[in-house]
Nanobody, 117 residues
Framework: QVQLVESGGGLVQAGGSLRLSCVAS????????VGWYRQPPGKQRELVAT???????NYADSVKARFTISRDNAKNTVYLQMSSLKPEDTAVYFC???????????WGQGTQVTVSS
């Protein structure tokens, strides 16, 4: 099993920046995909960005050019650098781990990001 712990959320003004961290522990396979998802108030969870163990990234159109996902495999940590934040970025942000070629995936507990206008 893989356990995920997110951190770095908080309250920030529009135009500001935050960096989220997701630390993974447990049975981490070398081929995996880690993603950040978010769930705005009253809405469904949506994809923000993903990164494979090889460093291939994918972003939702709404965050391209503003958010950057990266990872430090030695530290089993994935980061989400968020810049030019907008009030519509307000959500609970979740980290997700998926083993490539397997149905196994794991979710973190989430971290709240609130962007004030």
């Amino acid at each position: 099993q893989v356990q995920l712990v997110e951190s770095g959320g908080g309250l920030v003004q529009a135009g500001g920046s935050l960096r989220l961290s997701c630390v993974a522990s447990g049975s981490i396979f070398s081929s995996n995909v880690v993603g950040w998802y978010r769930q705005p108030p009253g809405k469904q969870r949506e994809l923000v960005a993903t990164i494979t163990s090889g460093g291939i990234t994918n972003y939702a159109d709404s965050v391209k050019a503003r958010f950057t996902i990266s990872r430090d495999n030695a530290k089993n940590t994935v980061y989400l650098q968020m810049s030019s934040l907008k009030p519509e970025d307000t959500a609970v942000y979740f980290c997700n781990y998926n083993t490539i070629g397997s149905r196994y995936n794991s979710w973190g507990q989430g971290t709240q990001v609130t962007v004030s206008s």
